[in-house]
């Protein structure tokens, strides 16, 4: 398995930060990718950290409930995500999940994801299968749900 994980600090851009998941969850459905990208949000900030959720949010449970059916409730909460207090620092964690035999697409989308708009603008950093860091990056998105 080709394995990556790229992290977004967006800072405190909730809307840049939501572009760049809508952005993914559309190619998720277009291109039929399903588990091969996944994303997830991580919230640091005062009235986050106080959260009994610890700040986190899914960028999966977003998509699941819209593929039930449930898509109309997924999309008024996100408005009220933006009025978390200016002081929390948004970051977006995109895991590619690509086979041994699909490392031309794993490196296509490596190029691709931080060129498009919304990426952009947010800082970056990209954590492969053999970085040193990569299990303790692996240990933090699998605990944010």
Same mark, same amino acid.
Do not use: C, Y
């Given at each position: 398995?080709?394995?990556?994980?790229?992290?977004?600090?967006?800072?405190?851009?909730?809307?840049?930060?939501?572009?760049?998941?809508?952005?993914?969850?559309?190619?998720?459905?277009?291109?039929?990718?399903?588990?091969?990208?996944?994303?997830?949000?991580?919230?640091?900030?005062?009235?986050?950290?106080?959260?009994?959720?610890?700040?986190?949010?899914?960028?999966?449970?977003?998509?699941? *409930? #819209?593929?039930?059916? %449930?898509?109309?409730?997924? @999309?008024?909460?996100?408005? &009220?995500?933006?009025? /978390?207090?200016? !002081? =929390?620092?948004?970051?977006?964690?995109?895991?590619?999940?690509?086979?041994?035999?699909?490392?031309?697409?794993?490196?296509?989308?490596?190029?691709?994801?931080?060129?498009?708009?919304?990426? *952009? #603008?947010?800082?970056? %950093?990209?954590?492969?299968? @053999?970085?040193?860091?990569? &299990?303790?990056?692996? /240990?933090?998105? !699998? =605990?944010?749900?």
């Amino acid at each position: 398995m080709t394995q990556s994980i790229l992290i977004f600090d967006f800072g405190t851009n909730e809307d840049a930060a939501q572009q760049a998941r809508h952005k993914l969850e559309g190619w998720k459905q277009t291109l039929r990718l399903g588990e091969k990208i996944r994303l997830k949000f991580d919230r640091k900030g005062s009235a986050a950290d106080s959260g009994k959720d610890g700040g986190s949010s899914s960028g999966e449970e977003a998509s699941k *409930k #819209s593929t039930t059916g %449930e898509g109309k409730s997924a @999309s008024k909460k996100a408005p &009220a995500k933006a009025k /978390e207090p200016v !002081d =929390s620092k948004i970051q977006l964690l995109v895991r590619l999940d690509f086979s041994g035999h699909e490392k031309l697409s794993h490196n296509r989308w490596l190029a691709r994801i931080p060129s498009e708009e919304p990426f *952009k #603008s947010a800082k970056s %950093e990209i954590i492969h299968h @053999s970085d040193p860091g990569f &299990a303790s990056v692996t /240990e933090r998105f !699998d =605990s944010l749900g």
